[in-house]
Nanobody, 120 residues
Framework: QVQLVESGGGLVQAGGSLRLSCAAS????????MRWYRQAPGKQRELVAA???????RYSDSVKGRFTISRDNAKNTVFLQMNSLKPEDTAVYYC??????????????WGQGTQVTVSS
């Protein structure tokens, strides 16, 4: 089963930056939309950003103008550049992807999550 492996989380002061990466653990027939979610303690998981294989990225209002999602299709990798971080950005960040194992076999993959902590 395909897994997504995240890296790049950590502790940073408010106003700082972090870059998250997420790569597929195995060769995949096709990856469609890739996303980043986050979940703060006691809160529901929320969609942060999404990027289709050939379309425009979309962002939640809470991160628009501060975060940038990008992808390297050749390496089946998605990135999340996070600038001007705020304490309310503290959460576990998960990557997610709509994948295909063949032309008509659709599936979904998740990463294990990476902790981002922003101190005030």
């Amino acid at each position: 089963q395909v897994q997504l492996v995240e890296s790049g989380g950590g502790l940073v002061q408010a106003g700082g930056s972090l870059r998250l990466s997420c790569a597929a653990s195995a060769r995949i027939f096709r990856i469609n939309t890739m996303r980043w979610y986050r979940q703060a303690p006691g809160k529901q998981r929320e969609l942060v950003a999404a990027i289709p294989s050939g379309g425009r990225a979309r962002y939640s209002d809470s991160v628009k103008g501060r975060f940038t999602i990008s992808r390297d299709n050749a390496k089946n990798t998605v990135f999340l550049q996070m600038n001007s971080l705020k304490p309310e950005d503290t959460a576990v960040y998960y990557c997610n992807a709509d994948i295909q194992n063949s032309d008509f076999d659709f599936d979904e993959a998740w990463g294990q999550g990476t902790q981002v902590t922003v101190s005030s």
